[in-house]
Structures are given as structure tokens and as C-alpha cells.
């Protein structure tokens, strides 16, 4: 055993000629707030996909808790302990906010099809847990009072957080958060903060974090790799992020073809260049 909660070694992910991600290498202990950072493109969600199964690496190793989970279908990673958020909003708009937390909790529902259809009494108590867990979930989150309300209904900074109450619902170990702040306004954010550190005492957690907001990154992570064209370019602690040249020049490159300005592009000082719109808010399903 490793003794770590996500351990990666030499990963790639191809898609044609494109290298999306390159021979990435990285650990994360149990119980650390672990970010992921990069430029546009910088292959952090594809590192998700792999982690989660959505994506089959083309080579490396990846062990979750120190068992190998490559060749995994997405919902065997999920019974492994894993949840996570997507970048754009995966909601179930039309169906209430407690029924898109319940369909996270399906991989606890042990009823068999036939009792199921029967409605025996073991099957409703495993429902009424399930429902009370969900909305115990949803008061953490601070939108149990939403729980009757069509998801679609929700504004953008409580959608966000029903996603991570979702993904809280099937009990991870693991929670990969994919720009939860991305569309949040500053307070919304600084509470999300607090939540996540919360989060993360109070459920035994260990959370991977991809974020563009950089004074969030910088203040909530113990370490933080830095992606570039899919390799990483840096690894450690924030400080030493903020002050390594590498990840600046990175920053600064993708700031200037991204139109904004060289400065606002420094990762010591960007403000969630998703709220100025790198496309998450324009793409939600909800
Ligand atoms: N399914 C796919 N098929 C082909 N190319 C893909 C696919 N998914 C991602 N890519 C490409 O892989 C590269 C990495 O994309 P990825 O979405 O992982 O970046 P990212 O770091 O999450 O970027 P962002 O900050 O914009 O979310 C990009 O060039 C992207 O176009
Ligand atoms: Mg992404």
C-alpha cells in the first residue's frame, strides 16, 4: 500500500495527435486539499476524466487508495469512494434539488429489482435513509431549504453547491471539484471556501481541486501542481507557486492569447477568469 489517496504515475491521454495529457506524475496524501492548476487547455479536466473512468489513460498508473483503477467503468470508480463536479453543470433540471441528490446516493440502494417493484418495507426504509441523508446533505450545503424546488429554478452559485451535495450523497473518500467557484461571485465563492475546508474535516475527505480563481487556490490548498500542454511544469507549495517562474510565464502566455492583460493574467493576482467568461457559464445543462 502507498499510503496515498490518488497516486499517478507517467499518465498520458491522447486524443488523435493532441496530448492532452503527457506523462503526468503526481501523489496526493489522505486528507489534503490538493489543487490542480493550468492554463486553458492544460489537459485538468481530462486528468478528472482519467481519474474518474470517464477516460481510459493510454499509459501510466493511476491507484486510488493504493488499488489500481485503470480500465474501471465511471460507476465502479464511484463505488471506490470517488464523487466529483463537472465543470459544466451536470444537473437533472426538470426534477426536484433533493431528487438530483438522491439519484447520487443509487450506488448505496441495495434493494434488489423485485423487492423493489414490491415495495417491501426494507426497500422504503433504505429510501426514507436515503432521502434524510440527502437533505442532511443539502442543509450543509445551505440550500435544504430549496429541496422542493425544480433544480433549473436554482440561481448559478446554488446549482454549484447542489452539484457537491450530489457528490457527497454516494459518501466519497475522494471528492474532485472541477471550477466550483467557476460563475460565483465573491462572496458566494468566499463562503465556498470555508465549505470546502469544512468539508473536508467534517467528512474525513480528501479533495483534488481544479479552480482558476486564483486567491481561492492560493488560500484553501496544502499543495498544487501546475499543468502546461498536459505535463506538469511544477509542483508544491503555494507559495512556491506563486513565486516560480515557470507557472508565471505560463500564465502570462495564455493571459495574452486569451486577450486579457499580462497582469491580470499573473497567478499570484487572477481573479476567477471563469467569471469573465472562459465558456463554463455559457454551457451549463441545468
Ligand atoms: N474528448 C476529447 N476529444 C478530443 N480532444 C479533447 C477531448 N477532451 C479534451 N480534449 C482536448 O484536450 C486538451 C485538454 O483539455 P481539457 O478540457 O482537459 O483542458 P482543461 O485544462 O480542463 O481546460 P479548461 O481550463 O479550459 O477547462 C484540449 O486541447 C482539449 O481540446
Ligand atoms: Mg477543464
Wanted: hydrophobic fraction near 40%; include cysteine; charged fraction near 25%.
Amino acid at each position: 500500500m502507498s499510503g496515498y489517496a490518488v497516486e499517478v504515475k507517467n499518465l498520458t491521454k491522447r486524443f488523435g495527435g493532441l496530448i492532452a495529457v503527457n506523462e503526468v506524475s503526481m501523489s496526493v496524501k489522505p486528507g489534503e486539499i490538493f489543487s490542480v492548476i493550468g492554463p486553458n487547455g492544460a489537459g485538468k479536466t481530462t486528468f478528472f476524466n482519467l481519474l474518474t473512468g470517464i477516460n481510459k489513460p493510454d499509459s501510466g498508473n493511476l491507484l486510488l487508495d493504493g488499488r489500481d483503477v485503470v480500465g474501471l467503468a465511471p460507476e465502479q470508480v464511484a463505488a471506490r469512494g470517488v464523487g466529483r463536479t463537472f465543470q459544466n453543470i451536470r444537473l437533472f433540471g426538470a426534477m426536484t434539488v433533493l431528487e438530483n441528490v438522491l439519484v447520487g446516493r443509487y450506488v448505496h440502494i441495495r434493494t434488489p429489482y423485485p423487492s423493489a417493484l414490491a415495495r417491501t418495507p426494507g426497500c422504503r426504509r433504505e429510501e426514507k435513509k436515503a432521502a434524510e441523508r440527502s437533505l442532511e446533505l443539502l442543509d450543509y450545503m445551505g440550500i435544504a431549504s430549496r429541496a422542493g424546488e425544480l433544480a433549473r429554478n436554482l440561481s448559478y452559485g446554488e446549482q454549484r453547491r447542489l452539484e457537491i451535495a450530489r457528490a457527497l450523497a454516494l459518501d466519497p473518500r475522494l471528492l474532485l471539484l472541477d471550477e466550483p467557484a467557476a460563475g460565483m461571485n465573491p462572496q458566494e465563492t468566499e463562503e465556498l471556501k470555508k465549505l470546502i475546508r469544512a468539508l473536508r474535516t467534517d467528512m474525513d475527505l480528501t479533495v483534488v481541486l481544479i479552480e482558476h480563481d486564483m486567491s481561492m487556490v492560493m488560500s484553501i490548498s496544502d499543495r498544487i501542481v501546475v499543468l502546461q500542454f498536459g505535463s506538469v511544469i511544477a509542483e508544491g507549495l503555494p507559495a512556491e507557486i506563486r513565486a516560480n517562474t515557470k507557472v508565471i510565464e505560463a500564465y502570462l502566455g495564455s493571459g495574452a492569447a486569451a486577450g486579457g492583460g499580462a497582469a491580470s493574467s499573473d497567478p499570484a493576482t487572477t481573479e476567477s477568469r471563469a467569471a469573465a467568461g472562459n465558456g463554463a457559464t455559457g454551457e451549463h445543462h441545468a
